[in-house]
């Protein structure tokens, strides 16, 4: 397993359930930025807002067309099987929920502020103790992160206006120093 972050913003995004999972899975990609469209046989939890399409129709062969990346959470074997060979032919990235043999990704415990993303995986093991893991961390950060992040942004960024790299810096400092007194 190799943890990455990937730039989902305005990526087509496919949810194929929207179930409780299903619609979960749909706000976490729409958090990201994903363009995200659903496709369930049955609404049968509230969606997120900010969707940009939504179909109450089986899915069916061709559906994958034009995505990026796809989510199936339907509770559909059959549905499933068509799912992951439609995405193997095509080469879309798929999490088939609940099915990590047949998944090429899946979905990590994140907790967000602003910029700054923690992200905890247990490469499938448990969800639930990555939940927890997620939850004991999150309350352990301080609650200026998105501030420090805007300003490191801001800051690097004037390095690079400057036509000089970042690369060879040591940030450490400048981070304690961040970390220890909140920003105004």
């Not at 994140?110 to 700054?116: A, I």
């Not at 997620?134 to 690079?160: K, M, Y």
Request: charged residues 25%; aromatic residues 4%; contains cysteine.
């Amino acid at each position: 397993m190799l943890p990455l972050a990937v730039d989902l913003t305005d990526r087509a995004v496919l949810v194929i359930g929207a179930g409780g999972i299903g619609a979960r899975k749909a706000a976490s990609l729409l958090d990201a930025g994903a363009s995200v469209s659903v496709i369930a046989t049955t609404l049968s939890a509230p969606l997120p807002e900010g969707l940009c399409s939504v179909e109450e129709r089986p899915y069916r062969s061709g559906d994958l067309d034009g995505f990026f990346l796809v989510v199936a959470a339907t509770a559909d074997p059959e549905a499933n099987d068509a799912i992951v060979a439609e995405a193997a032919t095509r080469h879309i990235w798929l999490n088939v929920v609940d099915d990590l043999e047949r998944s090429s990704f899946y979905f990590a415990a994140l907790h967000r502020q602003g910029d700054v993303v923690v992200s905890v995986s247990t490469s499938g093991a448990s969800p639930a103790l990555a939940q927890e893991l997620r939850d004991r961390i999150a309350v352990s950060l301080p609650g200026h992160l998105e501030a420090i992040a805007a300003t490191l942004r801001a800051e690097r960024d004037a390095v690079h206006d400057a036509g000089r790299s970042t690369e060879d810096l040591d940030w450490r400092a400048r981070v304690a120093e961040l970390l220890d007194h909140p920003i105004d």
